[in-house]
């Protein structure tokens, strides 16, 4: 069966610290990363991943803040978030594309899960 599923998500007071993983079956791509989508606003790019060089991607908003990793050998990605603000709240997604990392563009998604930030 096809599919990215991710996990990790749930509610932390700002400054905290967040986790997300996302494990993917059934499917390989060179470049994975992560996405979020909050209410009223467009879906962002927030970091991927190229497994052809190694490279990195990160958006503003999450730089020197977020940092992507890859577990190749068991097909998980993994999203370390530091210092969380309450603009961070919003539905992370993993998603997996070929060549992009970028919203519209990814090959596959997952179903998100839920980060909320409040004291």
């Known amino acids: 069966q096809v599919q990215l599923v991710e996990s990790g998500g749930g509610p932390v007071q700002p400054a905290g610290t967040l986790s997300l993983t996302c494990l993917a079956s059934g499917l390989s791509y060179a470049v994975m990363g992560w996405f979020r989508q909050s209410p009223g606003q467009e879906r962002e790019e927030v970091s991927c991943m190229n497994n052809r060089d190694g490279s990195t991607y990160s958006s503003a908003s999450g730089k020197g803040r977020f940092s992507i990793s890859r577990d190749n050998a068991n097909n998980i990605v993994y999203l370390q978030m530091n210092s969380l603000t309450p603009e961070d709240p919003a539905v992370y997604y993993c998603?997996?594309?070929?060549?992009?990392?970028?919203?519209?563009?990814?090959?596959?998604w997952g179903k998100g899960t839920l980060v909320t930030v409040s004291s």
């Open positions: 998603a997996a594309d070929d060549w992009v990392c970028q919203h519209p563009g990814m090959d596959f």
